[in-house]
């Protein structure tokens, strides 16, 4: 049964830092392009960051970062784990995330609908 897991999440103060994890069952992460998604309060999910199985994007060697998380947030894996190291957190990066894998020919996508595994989401939340 192919599955992620995700752990971590929780409360943060402003500044913070926080490192989600995502655990996949049944299959490996080696041929499979990775994304994380956030979806905050009233809000519809988006793409935040994605990586191709090569770790780059689908427009060159390195991932790919929404605006408001590049420089802030790191999306990495190994076989077996993919992560969101997330730095200098904001009120604004509170929501639920959720991991998301598929195998792509090439390339990563921040579109939810080309992603067939998922994590069950978790709650971060970001306030003093």
């Known amino acids: 049964q192919v599955q992620l897991v995700q752990s971590g999440g929780g409360l943060v103060q402003p500044g913070g830092s926080m490192t989600l994890s995502c655990a996949a069952f049944?299959?490996?992460?080696?041929?499979?392009?990775i994304a994380w998604f956030r979806q905050a309060p009233g809000k519809a999910r988006e793409g935040i960051t994605c990586a191709s199985s090569s770790g780059g994007s689908s427009t060159g060697d390195t991932p790919f970062y929404e605006d408001s998380v590049k420089g802030r947030f790191t999306i990495s894996k190994d076989h077996s784990r993919m992560y969101l190291q997330m730095n200098s957190l904001k009120p604004e990066d509170t929501g639920i995330y959720y991991c998301?894998?598929?195998?792509?020919?090439?390339?990563?996508?921040?579109?939810?609908?080309?992603?067939?595994?998922w994590g069950q989401g978790t709650q971060v939340t970001i306030s003093s």
């Open positions: 049944g299959f490996t992460l080696d041929d499979y392009a």
């Open positions: 998301a894998a598929e195998m792509l020919f090439s390339g990563c996508t921040s579109a939810a609908g080309i992603y067939g595994s």
